[in-house]
């Protein structure tokens, strides 16, 4: 469901069209399939949905605001389904992007990518953070800290957090973390051209880069498994 619901969003995000239409879009696409946005009220979220746009990092609230040519659009969605929670993010090119900015796309799901061929049962959870830091930052490019991954099962956010980078001065409980099979977790890396700092904006949802730079974002929802891992909110083309 999240990952056809992206695919949706990805065909949709053209320009001319508004963030609030891509809301619209997948709220009646999930309930036409059973399920509900999971977003929707969530400690007080407005949406269905969140669509971030250029260098709106995650929590974009959709609304009037038209695409353009040259924007880039992060669409993150949430779905329950029978009391269990998916989680899953695209950021999609609105026609005619820069070169650097595919660029960012590019290594930023690359990112993904190489996170989860990382997982498995018996590693800690330290080689995933830092799988996606080494990737990002070897691309001249920064990993946002602020905001992390998470476990998803019963309820949207679980133990344990997942940051996309390693603090070698500082230990973090979870870096120890050895997963197990059958843990589900949702890894998103979000990755800033310029600083890795960010900012919430009035609305207090919408985070933003502080040097209002461009800014990506893509997640699964990823089942441990004994010898590797299964995404579970497969997206086409993403």
Not at 83 to 95: F, I, N, S
Not at 99 to 107: A, G
Not at 112 to 136: C, D, M, P, T, Y
């Amino acid at each position: 469901m999240v990952g056809g619901a992206l695919n949706l969003s990805a065909t949709l995000a053209k320009p001319g069209v508004t963030t609030k239409s891509l809301d619209e879009a997948v709220f009646k696409y999930i309930n036409e399939k059973g399920g509900q946005a999971a977003f929707k009220g969530y400690r007080g979220y407005p949406a269905n949905i969140c669509v971030s746009v250029n260098e709106e990092v995650v929590h974009g609230i959709p609304d009037k605001r038209v695409l353009k040519a040259g924007d880039i659009v992060s669409v993150d969605i949430g779905v329950c389904y029978k009391g269990y929670y998916a989680d899953a993010a695209v950021t999609v090119p609105v026609a005619g992007i820069k070169p650097e900015t595919q660029r960012l796309l590019d290594v930023t799901r690359e990112s993904l990518r190489l996170a989860i061929n990382k997982i498995k049962a018996g590693i800690k959870l330290s080689e995933i953070s830092a799988a996606v830091q080494i990737f990002v930052e070897a691309n001249g490019f920064s990993v946002v800290r602020d905001l992390v991954g998470h476990g998803i099962g019963s309820a949207m956010h679980e133990d344990p957090q997942i940051p996309n980078y390693v603090d070698k001065d500082v230990t973090r409980v979870e870096d120890n973390i050895i997963l197990k099979e059958g843990m589900v977790l949702a890894i998103e890396p979000m990755v800033n051209q310029g600083t890795y700092e960010v900012e919430t904006l009035a609305n207090g949802w919408t985070v933003v880069t502080r040097d209002r730079k461009l800014s990506a974002h893509f997640e699964h929802t990823v089942l441990v498994k004994e010898g590797g891992s299964e995404i579970m909110t497969p997206v086409m083309n993403y």
